[in-house]
């Protein structure tokens, strides 16, 4: 059965309100600062996971962007806007790839995305302050993104497995 359009907009919305408020949470109720500079869990990710899943590509595309686009209205457009978007875009153009090339399951879609999460932001730090040096802090960020990829996943996996039970929820 096929999802009216009204319907899929109103999920759509509701999944971008979710990973908002769980981006801003993370951001502010749970810093992670005293494990890594810059290292976060990604919660919001799990939604932008469950976005690719459900609706497919270009409503990830969408998605995503319009979470750090409405998060940055709740921490400010600085740096951290920038930082915060070139993570996202490597992350998004890699994972969109390896979901067309359909060799990869959720725990390596998600270690993807996390891991060239940090790499795009590292990259936009270098940029920001003329500096190579943050370059070196790439495998400390990649190795919590490995971590946290996988992790990401494991709620994404059974968050889909959860609403896939749901008898009422159409794909």
Request: overall charge positive; glycine content about 10%; charged content about 10%.
């Given at each position: ?144 993104g490995i971590i946290s990829g996988l992790l990401i996943a494991l709620i ?16």
């Amino acid at each position: 059965m096929k999802m009216s359009p009204i319907r899929r907009m109103t999920r759509l919305a509701i999944l971008l309100a979710l990973g908002v408020i769980l981006n801003y949470m993370e951001h502010v109720l749970l810093p992670t600062a005293f494990i890594a500079p810059g290292v976060k869990l990604g919660l919001a990710n799990t939604v932008g996971l469950i976005v690719l899943y459900f609706f497919g590509v270009p409503e990830f595309l969408f998605i995503g962007f319009l979470r750090i686009l409405m998060t940055s209205l709740f921490t400010g457009f600085g740096f951290n806007f920038f930082i915060a978007l070139s993570g996202w875009g490597l992350s998004s153009l890699f994972v969109v790839i390896a979901y067309y090339g359909n060799k990869f399951s959720i725990f390596g879609l998600s270690m993807i995305s996390a891991v060239l999460h940090g790499i795009g932001q590292v990259i936009m730090v270098s940029l920001l302050y003329e500096s190579v040096y943050m370059l070196n802090y790439l495998p400390i960020l990649s190795g919590a993104g490995i971590i946290s990829g996988l992790l990401i996943a494991l709620i994404a996996k059974e968050a889909l497995r959860r609403i896939d039970a749901v008898p009422f929820v159409e794909s």
